[in-house]
């Protein structure tokens, strides 16, 4: 199935028999985006809660609700095919999806699976440090991985934003730079400061040696902790050589630490 900007659409073999009546004419057009919005953000701030309150078992059953909702598959495929920065970047596949049809066939897809999805390999590419001769390798996976990223993102963030410590700025939602830059500031500019110093570290290719075992471990009981382990070992393809990965997470998903890449980066 191709759209109309000549890209061809990822959306699986499955998505030809829909199920429910919610889904038989589903218009990507007339889809209540704030309706939507306001569902996700409910159980999201359920599950914080019940993570605030130490309620495990709570947090997973609300996880799994997440897992399944139609708000949030509609949202992530939103996110993935409309408003990230690589909408249109393919992943080893060769396909994207750009028509509001095939969005709504890919929406219904990745909620129902008829088949199990098996996570398929990124494809690597290379994109300049800004300020450096060095450049930084992505790691891009395909259409339905983002997708199905997005919904394991947007269900694991409220338990972590719950236990995270209160001074972390770093790759959390709402927060930034600009953020730790306010509490360095506030910190030293008390009437008799007890920190007087700044330490400015930086771990060499942090992201490239993250333990698989250990961030695993982490995830706990985290429903859709499979997926991230196949996401984890799926490998990458750099100009079609496949290599294994046993350590460390590609950055350029979605589900990993944000990086900024454009359209072009992988044409």
């Not at 008799?192 to 250990?214: C, G, K, S, Y």
Request: aromatic share 6%; proline share 7%; hydrophobic share 40%.
């Amino acid at each position: 199935m191709t759209d109309t900007a000549g890209a061809v659409s990822t959306v699986p073999p499955a998505v030809a028999t829909v199920n429910g009546p919610e889904d038989e004419d589903l218009e990507w057009a007339s889809i209540d985006w704030r309706r939507a919005e306001e569902d996700v953000r409910r159980l999201r701030q359920r599950i914080f809660t019940a993570s605030q309150a130490g309620d495990l078992k709570k947090v997973r059953n609300l996880q799994k609700l997440m897992l399944r909702s139609r708000s949030h598959t509609l949202l992530s495929v939103r996110r993935v095919t409309e408003i990230n920065a690589g909408r249109a970047t393919a992943g080893v596949d060769g396909k994207v999806v750009l028509m509001s049809q095939s969005k709504a066939a890919l929406a219904d897809w990745v909620q129902h699976r008829a088949r199990p999805w098996i996570p398929q390999p990124v494809k690597r590419v290379f994109i300049p440090k800004p300020g450096t001769t060095k450049k930084r390798g992505l790691g891009i996976p395909v259409i339905v991985d983002r997708c199905l990223q997005a919904l394991a993102l947007g269900t694991l963030e409220p338990e972590w934003e719950a236990r995270f410590e209160p001074k972390s700025y770093g790759f959390r939602p709402g927060r930034g730079c600009h953020d730790a830059i306010g509490a360095i500031y506030s910190t030293l500019n008390g009437k008799n400061p007890q920190r007087v110093w700044v330490l400015d570290a930086d771990l060499t290719a942090a992201f490239d040696r993250i333990d698989h075992e250990r961030l695993m471990a982490a995830l706990g009981t985290f429903p859709a902790r499979g997926l991230v382990r196949q996401w984890l070992k799926a490998g990458a393809v750099d100009r079609g050589r496949f290599a294994p990965t046993e350590a460390g997470t590609p950055q350029g998903g979605v589900i990993t630490p944000p990086t900024q890449w454009v359209t072009s980066a992988s044409r």
